[in-house]
């Protein structure tokens, strides 16, 4: 039988959290008037919601779990989907901006000279602001065009966390100024596709890729003095795959793919702490792939 840890007993504790997470929304379906051109349909929204998150325990060594708030959220967004040009283009966006209270982050605490704890805390008030928009072009009943684009600015407007000094007192340190951990501020991705349809099969060429920007990876505050080497590179991957549907065999298809077929080198995600002795985790992203897949539906 496994036997409890001496210094980090099994801990119980209880909490209940209730919230009404009210929302909203007024939609607007564009008139004939507006489409009887080189708009098709359109379709505008506004929205107004609450979310909610329920609290928990994280334990940081101490004698009783440390208990972490819900998180809740307003967010306000407008949007919009059309389609245009004789229903070959498809165009969609969203304008947001969300409020954030008690916001849940997981972060690194230190304890003793090598001992860190990781877990869950509130971050205080946070505000985020995007924009995403996707679009959809089929110029010809045999090629696929699309992309999509967002845009994310967060930022802390109170972040106050704990950490443990060298005689053993808990202090508090104010975070406001950090980078959100793990969020890039702009991701991009596109798609290219053409059906080619032959007497014996249907082949389907396509190549795709996509973007994401640089992020941050601290998890405690001595971290973001060292904010460079606490920041991953942004990157850039391309995959490629053809697939081949046969005409003489009924739902069979043969694909042949390239994943990361650049063998763009790049991290994916990971941590830095940078207090005492310091440590860095990161988990590099997949390397250049190749494979053949094979599928029979009946």
């Known amino acids: 039988p496994l036997a409890p840890h001496p210094t980090s007993p099994k801990l119980e504790d209880t909490q209940d959290w209730t919230e009404f997470s009210p929302s909203a929304t007024v939609t607007m379906f564009a008139p004939e008037s507006w489409t009887d051109g080189f708009v098709n349909s ?3 929204y506004v929205t107004y919601s609450e979310g909610f998150k329920a609290g ?3 334990d940081f060594g101490l004698d ?9 959220v ?7 989907k059309m389609e245009l040009a004789d229903n070959r283009v498809r165009m969609n966006g969203a304008i947001y901006s969300m409020d954030y209270d008690d916001l849940q982050l997981g972060v690194t605490r230190i304890f003793g000279e090598l001992d860190t704890k990781f877990g869950i805390t509130n971050a205080g008030n946070a505000k985020m602001q995007g924009v995403e928009l996707e679009l959809v072009f089929v110029p010809t009943a045999n090629l696929y065009l699309s992309f999509t684009g967002s ?7 109170e972040f106050d966390d704990e950490f443990v000094n060298s005689d053993g007192d808990v202090e508090l340190t104010d975070r406001t100024a950090e980078s959100f951990n793990g969020l890039p501020e702009q991701t991009y ?8 349809d032959t007497n014996f099969a249907l082949i389907t060429p396509r190549i795709s890729g996509y973007y994401k920007d640089e992020i941050y990876i601290g998890q405690e505050p001595a971290a973001f003095l060292f904010e460079d080497d606490a920041t991953l590179d942004s990157y850039t991957v391309w995959n490629a795959r053809v ?3 046969s005409h003489q065999v009924e739902g069979l298809e043969v694909a042949f793919y390239a994943n990361n077929f650049t063998d763009e080198f790049f991290y994916g995600t990971g941590n830095v702490n940078a207090s005492n002795i310091g440590a860095a985790s990161v988990i590099r992203g997949k390397p250049k792939s190749y494979g053949i897949e094979l599928f029979y539906a009946w």
């Not at 845009?151 to 407007?157: C, G, Q």
């Open 151 to 157: 845009y994310i600015d967060a930022e802390y407007k």
């Open 243 to 245: 697939a081949i549907a």
């Open 189 to 196: 991705s596109w798609v290219a596709q053409y059906d080619w």
């Open 64 to 72: 009783e779990p440390t208990v972490f708030d819900p998180e809740i």
């Open 42 to 44: 359109a379709m505008l």
């Open 56 to 58: 928990g325990f994280s």
């Open 74 to 80: 307003q967010n306000t967004e407008f949007g919009f």
